[in-house]
């Protein structure tokens, strides 16, 4: 007798087996992409932060940034009671280490002394926060556990 082709059991064992690692992969495709956006968001954040810093210092005139749970608005004075030049909504919750806003001089100086923003939820993600000091702007990952303050924030 001439066998060609595959048993009933064995087309259902590999049908299983794609299945399981078909959902493996589904799994890290998941944490993948939300470690993604968490670098994304804090890189955006960073990159904003950099733009409007050299922006209030080339157009002599302040720039303020008040910062939220889940948004942050740009201002074009120190001014916030008007509407934001520019709003971004942040798919992650941040968390910081005081309530100041952040304002730019026309010497692109920050009031602030050392202002953290960290998302507030553990991550796996490379970078999650950003420190502000008055003369510069760092990006770092937070050490798991700590709280949001910039002694507990890695440079990168």
């Known amino acids: ?19 399981i690692l078909s959902t493996i992969a589904t799994f890290e495709f998941k944490k993948y992409t939300t470690k993604s956006n968490m670098e994304i968001q804090t890189k955006q954040l960073y990159g904003d932060l950099m733009e409007y810093r050299i922006r209030a210092l080339y157009e002599k005139k302040n720039w ?6 889940a948004s942050y608005g740009i201002y074009s004075s120190s001014n916030t009671a008007v509407s934001p030049v520019k709003t971004v909504t942040l798919n992650h919750n941040v968390v910081s280490n005081n309530s100041t806003d952040i304002v730019y001089d026309s010497q692109g100086m920050a009031n602030v002394s050392a202002k953290s923003v960290c998302i507030s939820s553990a991550n796996n993600a490379a970078v999650d926060s950003v420190v502000i ?24």
Do not use: P, W
């Not at 007798?1 to 299945?19: D, K, P, Q, S, W």
């Not at 303020?64 to 749970?69: L, N, P, V």
């Not at 003369?135 to 890695?154: F, H, L, M, P, Y």
């Open 133 to 156: 000091s008055a003369t510069r702007v760092q990006i770092g990952k937070k050490n798991e556990g700590e709280s949001c303050a910039d002694s507990n924030i890695v440079a990168q």
């Open 1 to 19: 007798m001439n066998n060609r082709g595959f048993t009933l059991t064995e087309v259902l064992i590999v049908i299983a087996l794609m299945g």
């Open 64 to 69: 303020t940034f008040k910062i939220a749970a």
